[in-house]
T-cell receptor, first 113, second 115 residues
């Protein structure tokens, strides 16, 4: 069965610094991969999604992620973090043709001044 | 952007009371999901509807919850007898189809507190 691991429960980054949030997946079949963000007291919003094709996908607000089949990873990156990026980030996977999306445990991003 | 609506945003119940929360999926979306989230941690899948029919649900939902989608524009999730462990954020999500490449959109959630 597909699963997602986000090894870092919490990441602290200085404002303006670069960011990488890690995601490792396991799946049977061809995956669809997603990154969602959850701001305080809100639901989840889609940042970006990967469908089989170009391994680097661009998302909103300067986020991008890279799919690596060899490493079973889908890490999220941003070149320069802003204080408004303070949130919880979820990686998720769905198998092609399946209905269920499996979410990771989330990574809380803290932005220091 | 798609919009999934959930009501109420906040719900306070005493232990043993019944609770009900509603979700209006995005128009045209045939797949509806409910998740439970505690303390901004991982989303726990509860139940999945396709074309208003429940196709998958966890045992906890079968035993203590009631969930229906009487129309394509309204779904509800109920807890027959609230317990303290049910305190959580309940997220409704919808997608245009069940197995395609569509994006899953989330509502803001109903935050339930059981005292």
């Amino acid at each position: 069965a597909q699963s997602v691991t986000q090894p870092d429960a919490r990441v602290t980054v200085s404002e303006g610094a670069s960011l990488q949030l890690r995601c490792k997946y396991s799946y049977f079949g061809t995956p669809y991969l997603f990154w969602y963000v959850q701001y305080p007291r809100q639901g989840l919003q889609l940042l970006l999604k990967y469908y089989p094709g170009d391994p680097v996908v661009q998302g909103v607000n300067g986020f991008e992620a890279e799919f690596s089949k060899s490493n079973s990873s889908f890490h999220l990156r941003k070149a320069s973090v802003h204080w408004s990026d303070w949130a919880v980030y979820f990686c998720a996977v769905r198998v092609t043709g399946g209905y269920k999306v499996v979410f990771g445990s989330g990574t809380r991003l803290l932005v220091s001044p | 952007d798609a919009a999934v609506t959930q009501k109420p945003r906040y719900l306070i119940k005493m232990k043993g009371q019944e609770a009900e929360m509603k979700c209006i999926p995005e128009k045209g979306h045939t797949a509806v999901f409910w998740y439970q989230q505690k303390q901004s941690k991982e989303l726990k899948f509860l139940i999945y509807f396709q074309n208003q029919q429940p196709l998958d649900q966890i045992d906890m939902v079968k035993e203590r919850f009631s969930a229906v989608c009487p129309s394509s524009s309204l779904c509800s999730l109920g807890i027959r007898t609230c317990e303290a462990e049910d305190s959580a954020l309940y997220l409704c999500s919808s997608r245009r189809d069940w197995g395609g490449a569509g994006t899953q959109y989330f509502g803001p959630g109903t935050r339930l507190l059981v005292l």
